[in-house]
C-alpha cells in the first residue's frame, strides 16, 4: 500500500520510533512518503533525509528556522493550542500535505505524535487517517504540574494542562485510528476522552527494539557488583531518576554489600552527578555520551531504571532486556512492558527499601539474575520484534482502509 507519513520532526535513528516504522513498513514492501518538519539548514536533517531517501518513495522536509517557531509558539499563545504544539503548527507544512496530496494516491496517513494530529483536518477527508499517539501527553503534562515546585512554573504548567485535556481527545477524535505505544497511555487517552464526549477507536502499537544489534554478548565478563542505568541524563525524568537513586537507594545497598556500584550511561549528566562521580568511595559512575552503549551493558551485573515519571529511559529498558540483563525498575518504568514480563522478566520496585532489596538479592545471587536476563530476552524477542510490530501495524491500515470503504467510522468533533 502507499503511505503519507508526516511528523513533527524528520524520523532517523536517534527518532527511533518513526523511523523504525518507516523502515520496517518499507521492508514489508509498502511505498512510503515522507512529509516531516525539519530545523532549517542542520546537518543531522540532511543526514536522517539520505537515509530515509534509500527506503521511502518521496521524502519531504518543510524547514522551520528556530526564530519561526518561536513565533508561532508566541502566536498562539492565547489560543486554545497547548505551547507543546503550537511550534509545530505551520501553514507551509500544510501546503505541502495538500500538494503531496494532489499530486499521487494514498491509501492511507499516518500522523506521528500529537504535535502532528492538527493535520487531520488536511487529511481525513481525502484518506484515511491513524493518529500515532505514542503518550497520552495530558497525563505527562498533569505530573509536570503536579512536581513543579516554582510558583511561576506550576501556574503556567497547570493552564498548560488546561488546554491539553481539550485540545489532545479533540484532533484525536478527527482520526480513524488512535495508537499508543503501552496499555497504560491508552487508558489514559481513552479516559481522558470519554471525559470531553468522545470516543476513541484505539489500539496499541507497542514500541520495539533492534535484536540484531542489542543481543547478550557473553564473551564480554560481567562484573559482579556492578549496576547500570542508560538513558539521556539532561531529561527532567532521568535526573530525577538519578538523584533518587544516588540519594535514597544506593546507600542501603553499599551498607549491605559494599563492592556494588552504579554506572549511569547518558549524555549530559547534571552537575551534582558528575561531582559524586568524581569521589573515587561513591560507587557512582557517569559516562557522558558515548557512542555504543553495549560494552556498558554487557559489563553490568544487572540493570535499574528507578524513574517516577515517564521519560525516554523506558525504551532503554527494552535495550537492556535485549541484551538479556536482569532489571530492577519502578511501576511507571514498566508502562512500556506487558503486565506478564513484569515477576517473570523484571522485579520492580515502589520504595527505596524494595529496590535496595531486590538489588541486594540479585548481586548476590548471580544465578537468579542469569535466569530474569534470559526470561527478558525471549519477552522481547517475543512482543517487541520491530518487524512483527510492522506486521500488526499493516493489518491497522487495512481495517481503517476497509472501515472507510464501508463508511464505517464517524467522524466525531467536540466544541
Known amino acids: 500500500m502507499r503511505i503519507l507519513f508526516a511528523a513533527p520532526y524528520v524520523p532517523s535513528p536517534s527518532r527511533f520510533r518513526a523511523y523504525q516504522l518507516v523502515d520496517h513498513l518499507s521492508r514489508l514492501g509498502h511505498r512510503i512518503t515522507v512529509v516531516a518538519l525539519g530545523v532549517d539548514g542542520t546537518d543531522a536533517d540532511q543526514s536522517s533525509r539520505a537515509l530515509l531517501e534509500e527506503i521511502c518513495e518521496a521524502v519531504h522536509i518543510v524547514p522551520v528556522s528556530r526564530g519561526g517557531a518561536l513565533l508561532q509558539t508566541a502566536r498562539l499563545i492565547n489560543s486554545p493550542v497547548p505551547l507543546?504544539?503550537?511550534?509545530?503548527?505551520?501553514?507551509?507544512?500544510?501546503?505541502?500535505?495538500?500538494?503531496?496530496?494532489?499530486?499521487?494516491?494514498?491509501?492511507?496517513?499516518?500522523?506521528?505524535?500529537?504535535?502532528?494530529?492538527?493535520?487531520?483536518?488536511?487529511?481525513?477527508?481525502?484518506?484515511?487517517?491513524?493518529?500515532?499517539?505514542?503518550?497520552?501527553?495530558?497525563?505527562?503534562?498533569a505530573r509536570h504540574a503536579k512536581n513543579t515546585s516554582n510558583a511561576l512554573d506550576r501556574a503556567v504548567a497547570r493552564r498548560e494542562l488546561e488546554k491539553m485535556e481539550r485540545y489532545e481527545p479533540r484532533v484525536a477524535a478527527e482520526c480513524d485510528r488512535v495508537l499508543a505505544a503501552t496499555d497504560h497511555s491508552a487508558n489514559c487517552l481513552n479516559e481522558l476522552a470519554q471525559l470531553q464526549g468522545a470516543s476513541l477507536k484505539l489500539d496499541v502499537i507497542a514500541n520495539g527494539v533492534d535484536l540484531s544489534y542489542f543481543q547478550p554478548q557473553p564473551e564480554i565478563p560481567v562484573q559482579f557488583g556492578k549496576m547500570v542505568f542508560s538513558g539521556q541524563m539532561d531529561n527532567e525524568a532521568n535526573r530525577d531518576a538519578a538523584s533518587y537513586f544516588c540519594e535514597e537507594i544506593m546507600p542501603g545497598i553499599r551498607n549491605a554489600y559494599p563492592p556494588a556500584t552504579i554506572t549511569f550511561v547518558g549524555s549530559n549528566p547534571a552537575p551534582e552527578l558528575t561531582a559524586l562521580a568524581s569521589d573515587p568511595h561513591s560507587g557512582v559512575h557517569a559516562t557522558g555520551r558515548v557512542a555504543d552503549a553495549r560494552p556498558f551493558f554487557a559489563h553490568a551485573a544487572l540493570a535499574v531504571c528507578p524513574l517516577r515519571s515517564p521519560g525516554a529511559s523506558r525504551n532503554r529498558v527494552l535495550q537492556l532486556m535485549a541484551m538479556g540483563k536482569a532489571l530492577v525498575a519502578s511501576p511507571t518504568a514498566c508502562h512500556a512492558l506487558r503486565s506478564d514480563a513484569v515477576s517473570e522478566s523484571v522485579l520492580t520496585a515502589d520504595t527505596p527499601l524494595a529496590f535496595a532489596t531486590q538489588i541486594i538479592h540479585l548481586l548476590k545471587h548471580p544465578e537468579e539474575a542469569d535466569r530474569l536476563g534470559r526470561n527478558a530476552r525471549r519477552y522481547v524477542e517475543d512482543h517487541h520484534d520491530w518487524r512483527k510490530i510492522a506486521l500488526k501495524l499493516t493489518d491497522i491500515y487495512d481495517e481503517v482502509i476497509e472501515e472507510r470503504k464501508r463508511g464505517g467510522r464517524v467522524q466525531v468533533g467536540l466544541d
Open 84 to 141: 507543546w504544539v503550537a511550534s509545530s503548527y505551520s501553514p507551509l507544512f500544510l501546503n505541502t500535505l495538500r500538494h503531496v496530496l494532489a499530486c499521487g494516491t494514498f491509501d492511507v496517513a499516518h500522523l506521528e505524535s500529537l504535535r502532528m494530529a492538527h493535520a487531520a483536518g488536511t487529511l481525513k477527508h481525502a484518506v484515511p487517517v491513524v493518529f500515532d499517539a505514542v503518550d497520552c501527553r495530558t497525563d505527562i503534562q
